[in-house]
Nanobody, 123 residues
Framework: EVQLGESGGGSVQAGGSLRLSCAAS????????MGWFRQAPGKEREWVAS????????YYTDSAKGRFTISQDKAKNTVYLAMNSLKPEDTAMYYC????????????????WGQGTQVTVSS
């Protein structure tokens, strides 16, 4: 069973940067898609970015384009989310997720989730 562990969250001021990491383990076949989602208090979980691990194609929600970069290191079984120009509205718990099929942006397509890492951006 796929196990995911996020790290790298923290508190930064607006305009700052963070890099989140998601270490994956426990699988025989590499998940097709790895994604990052986030959930702010009182809000629904929303998709942020995904990567197709086979062809390295990347996908972003509009608010992440130009500021966030998703990448992978296959040798380390790790996916990253580099976040620049952070805004207070980026404050949320960030979750890493893995999927073997389905939509790259729908949370329901992802069967495996990490425990989350908190990102707090102050103005």
């Amino acid at each position: 069973e796929v196990q995911l562990g996020e790290s790298g969250g923290g508190s930064v001021q607006a305009g700052g940067s963070l890099r989140l990491s998601c270490a994956a383990s426990g699988y025989t076949y590499r998940p097709k898609n790895m994604g990052w989602f986030r959930q702010a208090p009182g809000k629904e979980r929303e998709w942020v970015a995904s990567i197709n691990t086979s062809v390295n194609n990347t996908y972003y929600t509009d608010s992440a384009k130009g500021r966030f970069t998703i990448s992978q290191d296959k040798a380390k079984n790790t996916v990253y989310l580099a976040m620049n120009s952070l805004k207070p509205e980026d404050t949320a718990m960030y979750y890493c997720a893995a999927a073997y099929s389905g939509s790259i942006s729908r949370a329901s397509a992802y069967g495996y989730w990490g425990q989350g890492t908190q990102v707090t951006v102050s103005s």
